[in-house]
């Protein structure tokens, strides 16, 4: 739990042990990390990220609803904090923590007011029209691989998929699908360039904004800009970009996560011929044990705190670790297991800034259609290579395979 602290934490001595958030074990094993954090440090843990960049990483189930759930300790608006003096311009974190006026960063009732334009403009698509879209766009792609009879199910179908459902819900052209993924992913891996993949979803999202100023569609762009909360161009735009990135990157390693389990893990095996309950059990599974966002940028202290054990700063940083969280004993069962049909999963975050429940219901649609579409065409379907050899992404916030070559008996295209 939270109270006052007695006197100011104590600076850099607070971070002494800091864990670093990058390099190659902590992208092959992150869980481990987890675990030894939580025997080192608590619930709460001292990290680096990288550059001797301090932060606070919650990976306690309850101390993480209490930093969401509580926007008068924990704000969401990174101007607080105390860091920023030391950050050059080209670091390459900037563009995921950087000060911004959209709805990631808003707080009180400019929140408020921006988050019911967002979500009444969700809301109001059609769930069935969506799972039409999704059975529709996953036969196409499937039907450019099928007839070869291998693929790689990363770049050409859980990284596809979920993108152009999106631009069919945002109001976006599907050609413009390439250079989306290509900046998302550029600005996700957190590198010397992630600074220019941002910069290009906000050109793309303009060029959207003023399309649809002129010609409104049935669209989630053109629903925002002409509701009563009235937002901005500036303000659409710049929530737009949030929608496409928290919709796509989430739900494209939600379904290739749920793959590589449903391949790799027999007691998924009856998935492989038509079982539906296996697949519903692969996608719960799979945000427990490998959720998307494993670690979220984040919330600052407003004032000077505790929080699980340790004393925070106003102003320090504290990420948000759903993968952590996920994994704390607390909420699992004596043999490490979530409960069979348990959801209390954090990896749709928690509180005011949660993901809304209309994004929720949509994000379910898109995976389990595109593992239910996958398997009744191709059911033989099976990993190419060995378990050992599939690589992760490089990125401590995101939790996802680089490739999932799979094979299966070529099979009728189109």
Same mark, same amino acid.
């Not at 390459?92 to 959209?102: F, G, I, N, T």
């Given at each position: 739990m939270t109270e006052p602290a007695a006197t100011p934490p104590p600076g850099c001595p607070a971070h002494a042990g800091a864990v670093p958030l990058y390099g190659p074990r902590f992208q092959t094993d992150p869980s481990q990390v987890y675990r030894e954090m939580r025997t080192a440090h608590g619930p709460v843990a001292p990290v680096d990220l990288a550059g001797g960049v301090a932060a606070w990483l919650v990976i306690g189930y309850r101390e993480l609803q209490l930093v969401t759930g509580q926007p008068q300790l924990f704000g969401r608006d990174s101007t607080r904090w105390t860091g920023w003096s030391a950050i050059p311009e080209d670091w390459? *974190?900037?563009?995921?923590?950087?000060?911004?006026?959209?709805i990631l960063y808003a707080e009180g009732e400019e929140h408020v007011r921006r988050s019911r334009a967002v979500t009444d403009a969700l809301a109001a698509g059609d769930p069935y029209e969506l799972r039409k879209h999704c059975e529709e766009l996953a036969d196409r792609l499937i039907?450019? !691989? @099928?007839?070869?009879?291998? /693929?790689? =199910? %990363? /770049?050409?179908?859980?990284?596809? =998929?979920?993108? *152009?459902?999106?631009?069919?819900? =945002?109001? *976006?052209?599907? /050609?413009?699908?390439? %250079?989306?993924?290509? +900046?998302?992913?550029?600005?996700?891996d957190g590198g010397a360039d992630a600074p220019a993949g941002a910069q290009r979803l906000l050109a793309v999202m303009l060029e959207l904004v003023e399309e649809k100023a002129a010609h409104p569609g049935d669209d989630v762009a053109s629903?925002? =800009? @002409?509701?009563?909360?009235?937002?901005?161009?500036?303000?659409?735009m710049r929530d737009l970009r949030v929608l496409l990135i928290a919709g796509h990157q989430p739900c494209s390693y939600w379904v290739s996560n749920a793959l590589r389990l449903m391949l790799t893990d &027999?007691? !998924?095996?009856?998935?492989?011929?038509?079982?539906?309950? +296996?697949?519903?059990?692969?996608?719960?599974? /799979?945000?427990?044990?490998?959720?998307?966002?494993?670690? !979220?940028?984040?919330r600052w202290a407003v004032r000077d705190t505790r929080l699980g054990g340790q004393r925070i700063a106003a102003g320090d940083m504290l990420l948000l670790g759903f993968a952590g969280a996920n994994a704390d004993p607390s909420v699992r069962r004596p043999d490490g297991r979530p409960a069979e049909g348990n959801r209390a999963y954090l990896s749709y975050s928690?509180? &005011?800034?949660?993901?809304?429940?209309?994004?929720? &219901?949509?994000?379910?649609?898109? @995976?389990?259609?595109? %593992?239910? %579409?996958l398997l009744d065409r191709l059911p033989d379907l099976r990993l190419a290579v060995a378990e050992h050899a599939l690589v992760w992404r490089p990125s401590a916030w995101v939790r996802g395979l680089v490739a999932l070559p799979v094979s299966f008996t070529p099979g009728y295209a189109g």
């Open positions: 390459p *974190l900037k563009p995921m923590m950087a000060p911004a006026p959209s039907d450019e !691989f @099928a007839g070869r009879g291998e /693929a790689d =199910l %990363v /770049a050409e179908y859980a990284h596809r =998929l979920p993108l *152009l459902v999106l631009c069919r819900v =945002l109001g *976006l052209s599907e /050609a413009q699908a390439p %250079v989306l993924i290509e +900046s998302l992913l550029t600005m996700l629903r925002m =800009l @002409a509701h009563s909360a009235g937002l901005t161009h500036e303000e659409v &027999e007691r !998924f095996a009856a998935s492989l011929s038509g079982g539906r309950r +296996s697949i519903s059990q692969a996608l719960n599974e /799979a945000l427990w044990e490998d959720t998307p966002t494993q670690i !979220f940028a984040g928690y509180g &005011e800034h949660g993901c809304p429940f209309p994004a929720q &219901e949509a994000a379910e649609v898109i @995976a389990t259609t595109a %593992v239910e %579409v």
